[in-house]
């Protein structure tokens, strides 16, 4: 059975710092690219930061750029995503997912979400 198992989540103060961790059974992310989705209140979920399979390239949306980064830990089969200097618009429900496509559409698999607030 495969399975993404995040953590991590959390309410934070704006400036503070978050690290959020996928970790897989069933599967080995190494064979794939990892997306990271948020979804705010009355949004779509999307693809926000991205780690390929291939190359190791990453990706960040202009929004999170400087701020969150992306990694991989092989042997323990987790991407991790440290986001840093958090600001309440990062508010959403975070996801990680085997694609890397904007919505997340086709056949994927999905953390089951964690809750990240930025609040004072």
């Known amino acids: 059975q495969v399975q993404l198992v995040q953590s991590g989540g959390g309410l934070v103060q704006p400036g503070g710092s978050l690290r959020l961790s996928c970790a897989a059974s069933?599967?080995?992310?190494?064979?794939?690219?990892i997306g990271w989705f948020r979804q705010a209140p009355g949004k779509e979920r999307k693809m926000f930061s991205c780690t390929t399979n291939s190359d190791g390239t990453t990706y960040y949306t202009g929004s999170v750029k400087g701020r969150f980064t992306i990694s991989r830990d092989n042997a323990k089969n987790t991407v991790y995503l440290q986001m840093n200097s958090l600001k309440p618009e990062d508010t959403a429900v975070y996801y990680c997912a085997t694609t890397c496509t904007d919505y997340g559409s086709g056949y994927n698999y999905w953390g089951q979400g964690t809750q990240v607030t930025v609040s004072s």
């Open positions: 069933g599967l080995t992310l190494d064979d794939y690219a």
